[in-house]
């Protein structure tokens, strides 16, 4: 039976609608379970599929009957039923949320295209995979990028209606170029940002003291985590010293550079690995900040292959509000500093769901026929 065949809306009528959404909810809880295992094993480069699921704790292996969508975490109150310690409230969430957003899919798109409300799903998954990860680890594994560029030309080649197009050729178009407007497009945004707003330059009171450990860079009253700053092997924390005082030497009237694997102190070179302690004094520091990662970019082209070009540019706007207003509240709330890094990936998210399900209507709004 061919793909055609399969997605057969005639086929599918053969039962209730309302069954199908039944049955994409369960079919959506059992993919968010392996989106919980996409979540915590890409970003430590682990497989997805070897070793069987088991507890992070004590390692129990998790067998079939313990291992239900949704059932099994409000069963056991959350809690590993070997060790019994706590299992995070993210495995639930991500599995109803899983579940509630392929049956949303079905229901808004089931009637017009399976196929289109099928693939749909598989696009969702890949952006809640995403979310998690990048709010937790602040990266986009190539996984999900590089695959969602891959998946969205396979399947508008396919299903053509993915792009409200005939032809599978005109469809393939269209998926090429939503890849490479997203790319091309959030890259030079990238790139000038890193151009015009790359360094940070603050300037300090006089006789300042710099101090830099092991894991963070101190100065007056802020303690900024190297993790925060070196997003990049090129990103470098700057420092025109008065004077520096290593554990066995000393500077005057230097240039203090450091780099996620390079220290250079005026014309001396160290690993950074071998100076844990560092203290310098002077009047300005110039820290490395990023408005968006390249795998923001990645991101934005597998978008753009499954949405097209006008998906991307929607995206891309639409984040940029989304974020900004997230991040003033978070910052006027204190939970997070000027200076703090925000993962981007997840408002690009959100701005490519409101135009999959309201991007024609937005279209009409914007530019009425007439």
Sequence with gaps: MGFEQVMDARN???LPFGFWVLVLFVFGSMVGSFLNVCIHRLPLGQSVVSPPSHCPHCKYSIPWYLNLPLITWVALRGRCKNCRAPIAIRYFLVELLTAVTFSVCWLWFGHQSVAVALIYCLFLAGMIAATFIDFEHFIIPDEITFGGMAAGLVCAFLFPQLHHETARWSAFFQSALGLGVG???VYLILRLGKLLF????????QDTKITFTETAVHFSDQVIPYEELFYR???AVVVRARTVELIDRGYRDVVVRLSPDKLRIGQDEFNPEMVPHLEAVGAEIVLPREAMGFGDVKFMGAIGAFLGWQATLFSLMSSSIIGSV???ILILSRRREWSSRLPYGPYIAL????WMFFGRQLLVLIFPAG
């Design 183 to 185: 790319l091309g497009i």
């Design 233 to 235: 092997r090129s990103d």
């Design 198 to 205: 790359g360094r940070q330059r603050l300037s300090l009171p």
């Design 12 to 14: 599918w009528a053969a």
């Design 351 to 354: 701005g490519a769901l409101i």
């Design 326 to 328: 997230v991040g003033v």
